[in-house]
């Protein structure tokens, strides 16, 4: 599993909002060019900020999803695209030049996407974020809604694996492929585990009521996430560089 | 002095203190389940033999924890919430998909809020449509985002896959769970069956399929209508042109589209023009979603390297020496003025 991990990286100590929104303004630029180059470039430069973070490329986890994943996306798209000059030509199937570079396009964009998301969560610390989330000033009441996910997220993957452990002690398994055992399955699975999560939310609603939760319009909070300079002025690249591909790719149209 | 805090009064909140835990509480069970979720999906991958796409047909549990937590509350807005917090709760968790999933798990949330406007409270129609076509939608989105078109038929058949998933993962199951859980008021809340679902559901594809047949038919069926200022208003046909068809070399350069040289085959404009005896001297040329662009009369005489080529039914114009824009793709009308 993908988590935080703790460092004293340049990444690790960049405010988690600057951290999201220029991994927005990445992921939306890498959507504004079709070209191939720009996708394989920005692959590239986030596989050198896993080394240079000091994270390392081994942390990547799921390796064998990608690789078929990639592999299956590369093949996909040099069967279905014909248009271009070919390359090999026999019938049914015909290998373009344009196939191959819209194959590598998605596969490289695909890749740098997944990839720099896991970096960001790998330096940054889930509660920081929804901290700063609030302090920056979405309403406390939903931003704890995140916190309160993210704390429950090991309680119910221990529960997730006491329902399949019960359930592989019965003997239960998908023997055939058919609408209805599947059905079944998720049957036996989701409803034990909702049975044993409504407690939890009559618990930690009551328990919250009573510490008068929502009471106050603001709350206060006991650790400030800090904001420097070095953020402000990574925001302030992380706009110029947004506006300037937007006007790159429609400036034409706007001026 | 100290200062005195107002305290809020109760219900003062769209969303209570209750509704809030709820929403946590189901959207990080789904995050934590879609790892369980995308297990089935191999398992089903694995039978048939294929890297992905029969996956989809799990696609729907996925969808199940926001179209449970709507029946759980009743209140607009539920999915979306639901969906965004289940999409960060999966990417912090290190899911798959990275960012993509806040995206793509919050618009599927939309679509489910959306769907359910129509229907009345607890109406097992609003859950199989909500389930069906939020479901679906993560093929479309899908396909925006990372993969081309141009597989129209693989993108079609995993659509329709995706969309009985959604009909009987997250719209009869969570319908079905919620009438389990909910303390009701009133009556008892009567089981779906499954079987009729089914039945409804494939009933209901069919009839999308059959409506957006009719809806999208051309106007000029396999053809492209000319008309406005001409003697002769006609709808061509390319069969009918065959013996002027030419083969030109052309560059595509768009904004943001690069094709390099290759080689079109198609039929002069400048001929398609001439049989309809044009008076005018503008000719616009307007495709299907109603984007147009234009040319005088006298550009397009006797240049026999502006043509209109036919791929499966479908005419693109292809410019030579012209911006990409010009580049009009499934035309269905000519008209002169």
Redesign the interface.
């Known amino acids: 599993?993908?988590?935080y991990i703790e460092k004293e990286s340049f990444l690790h100590r960049i405010n988690p909002i600057s951290k999201i929104v220029i991994?927005?303004i990445f992921?939306y630029s890498l959507?504004?060019?079709?070209?191939w180059e720009i996708e394989v470039l920005a692959l590239v430069s986030v596989l050198f900020l896993y080394v240079v973070s000091g994270i390392g490329l081994s942390k990547i986890?799921?390796k064998k999803?990608?690789i078929?994943?990639s592999?299956?996306?590369f093949i996909?798209?040099v069967l279905?695209?014909?248009?271009?000059?070919a390359i090999l030509n026999s019938g049914i199937i015909k290998i373009t030049?344009?196939g191959i570079e819209?194959a590598i396009f998605?596969v490289a964009?695909?890749l740098a996407?997944?990839?720099?998301?896991?970096l960001?969560?790998m330096t940054t610390e889930?509660n920081k974020?929804a901290y700063s989330l609030m302090q920056a000033g979405i309403p406390y009441?939903?931003g704890?809604?995140?916190v309160?996910?993210?704390?429950?997220?090991p309680t119910?993957?221990f529960e997730?694996g006491n329902v399949?452990n019960a359930q592989a002690a019965r003997g239960l398994s998908?023997d055939k492929?058919s609408?209805?055992s599947?059905?079944m399955?998720?049957?036996y699975?989701?409803?034990p585990?909702?049975?044993s999560?409504?407690q939890?939310?009559d618990t930690?609603?009551v328990s919250?009521?009573g510490r008068?939760?929502?009471?106050?319009?603001t709350r206060t909070y006991i650790e400030e996430v800090g904001y420097g300079k070095k953020d402000v002025a990574l925001l302030i690249l992380s706009v110029i560089f947004l506006i300037g591909i937007i006007y790159q790719?429609?400036g034409?149209n706007l001026f | 002095m100290k200062k005195r805090l107002k305290i809020n009064q109760k219900n003062k909140y769209y969303f209570t203190t209750k509704d809030l835990v709820t929403i946590a509480i189901i959207s990080s069970l789904g995050g934590v389940l879609s790892t369980y979720v995308g297990y089935l999906g191999n398992l089903i991958n694995r039978f048939f033999g294929v890297p992905f796409g029969a996956g989809q047909f799990m696609a729907g549990l996925h969808m199940f924890w926001v179209i449970f937590a709507i029946g759980m509350l009743n209140k607009k807005g539920t999915g979306t919430f639901v969906g965004i917090l289940k999409g960060f709760v999966e990417f912090l968790s290190g899911g798959k998909l990275g960012l993509f999933v806040i995206i793509l798990s919050g618009i599927q949330g939309l679509i489910a809020d959306l769907s359910f406007l129509p229907f009345k409270k607890d109406s097992t129609a609003g859950y199989i449509v909500a389930g069906g076509l939020s479901t679906a939608a993560n093929v479309f989105i899908f396909q925006i985002f990372f993969a081309p078109y141009e597989a129209l038929p693989l993108f079609l058949a995993i659509s329709v896959v995706a969309l009985i998933s959604g009909f009987v993962f997250a719209g009869v199951f969570p319908k079905n769970v919620v009438e389990l859980f909910k303390v009701k008021s009133n009556d008892e809340g009567k089981k779906v069956s499954l079987k009729r679902s089914i039945t409804l559901g494939i009933i209901g594809i069919l009839a999308l399929g059959a409506a957006s047949y009719y809806l999208t038919q051309p106007l000029g069926k396999d053809g492209i209508d000319i008309s406005g200022n001409v003697d002769i208003p006609y709808t061509f046909y390319p069969q009918n042109f065959r013996n002027e068809e030419v083969t030109i070399n052309a560059e595509l350069k768009g904004d943001y589209t690069y094709v390099g040289h290759k080689d079109y085959n198609g039929i002069p404009l400048n001929s398609i023009i001439k049989k309809s005896n044009p008076q005018g001297n503008k000719i616009r040329i307007i495709a299907k979603d109603l984007y147009e662009v234009s040319f005088s009369l006298e550009e397009i005489y006797g240049n026999n390297e502006v043509i209109i080529t036919e791929n499966n039914g479908s005419f693109t114009l292809v410019a030579k020496g012209y911006a990409g824009g010009y580049w009009i793709r499934d035309i269905n009308r000519i008209v002169i003025e």
């Open positions: 599993m993908i988590k991994l927005f992921a959507f504004l060019f079709n070209y986890e799921g999803f990608f078929t994943f592999l299956s996306l996909i798209n279905f695209i014909r248009e271009g000059d030049t344009n819209f998605s964009r695909f996407i997944v990839f720099s998301s896991f960001f969560v889930p974020l009441r939903y704890f809604t995140l309160v996910a993210l704390r429950f997220v119910f993957q997730t399949r998908v492929i609408i209805k599947l059905y399955m998720a049957r699975t989701f409803i585990l909702i049975r999560t409504m939890y939310i930690l609603t919250m009521e008068c939760f929502g009471a106050y319009d790719r429609f034409q």
